[in-house]
C-alpha cells in the first residue's frame, strides 16, 4: 500500500513538473523579433583627411629615399634611415584607419540620448551595420544619432507602414514602405535590400549613410 501510494506521488510530481516545463513563456521567442532596419555609415570626412596624410606620407618617403641615394649624405645616413622608419610606421598607421574607415567600423555613441545600445561580439561598439529599432506604437520614428568621436548629432526621420506578423511562432510587427522623410547626414542612399522595395519587410532594408 505504501508503495503504491509513494508511486502515485513521484508520477503526479513528474506529471506538474512537466506541465510547469511547457507553460507557455510570454518572454519567450527569437531574439530581434521586432522591426528594425539596417544603418551603415562612412566617415566620408575622415576618410578624405586620411587619404591626404597618407598622400603627403608616401612624398615625404620617396624624399628620404631620394636623400639616401646621394653619397653625399652618408654622414647622417642613419638619421635618414630612422626618419624613414618613423615615417613608414605612421604610414602604417593610416593604411589601418583607412581600411577600418572603408569597413565603415564605426561607432554609434548614443540614439535618442540612449547610450550603449550596440556591442559588437567581436569586441567593442563599431559594426558594419547597426540594427536600428522602429517605433511600433506610430508610422513615424525619429532619431538623433551621436556618433562616437563626431563633433554634431545628426537627425533621420521615417515613415513606414505597420503590419502585424509571426516570426517563430511569435506575434510582433513589421515595416513596409519604408522612406527617409528627413535627415541631417552629408549624404544618404536607401532603402534598399530587395526588389520592389515596397514589398520588402523592415528587417531586410538598409540604409547607408555619410557624415
Known amino acids: 500500500m505504501l508503495k503504491t501510494a509513494t508511486k502515485h506521488i513521484v508520477i503526479a510530481l513528474i506529471g506538474l513538473f512537466l506541465f510547469g516545463a511547457c507553460e507557455p513563456c510570454d518572454d519567450c521567442g527569437p531574439d530581434n523579433a521586432y522591426p528594425y532596419f539596417n544603418l551603415s555609415i562612412l566617415n566620408k570626412t575622415s576618410l578624405d583627411t586620411l587619404t591626404q596624410y597618407k598622400s603627403r606620407l608616401n612624398t ?6 631620394a636623400a639616401l641615394d646621394k ?14 622608419t618613423l615615417k ?7 593604411n589601418a584607419l583607412i581600411t577600418t574607415t572603408n569597413d565603415k567600423t564605426i561607432s554609434i555613441e548614443s540614439i535618442n540620448g540612449k547610450t550603449n545600445l550596440f556591442e559588437n561580439v567581436r ?3 563599431s559594426l558594419n551595420r547597426f540594427r ?6 506610430q508610422t513615424e520614428s525619429e ?23 509571426t516570426i517563430n511562432s511569435k506575434i510582433t510587427k513589421s515595416v513596409k514602405d519604408l522612406k527617409v522623410i528627413e535627415h541631417q547626414f552629408d549624404s544618404l542612399r536607401g532603402p534598399f535590400g530587395c526588389q520592389p522595395i515596397s514589398d520588402c519587410i523592415s528587417n531586410e532594408l538598409e540604409i547607408y549613410v555619410e557624415i
Request: aromatic letters at 6%; a negative charge; hydrophobic letters at 40%.
Open 71 to 84: 653619397p653625399e649624405n652618408a654622414p647622417v645616413v642613419d638619421s635618414l634611415n630612422n626618419l624613414r
Open 60 to 65: 615625404e618617403i620617396k624624399a628620404v629615399d
Open 88 to 94: 613608414s610606421d605612421s604610414l602604417a598607421f593610416i
Open 132 to 137: 536600428i529599432p522602429i517605433n511600433t506604437l
Open 143 to 165: 532619431y538623433i544619432i551621436k556618433i562616437e568621436l563626431a563633433d554634431s548629432l545628426r537627425f533621420m526621420k521615417i515613415e513606414y507602414q505597420l503590419n502585424d506578423t
Open 123 to 125: 569586441g567593442g561598439d
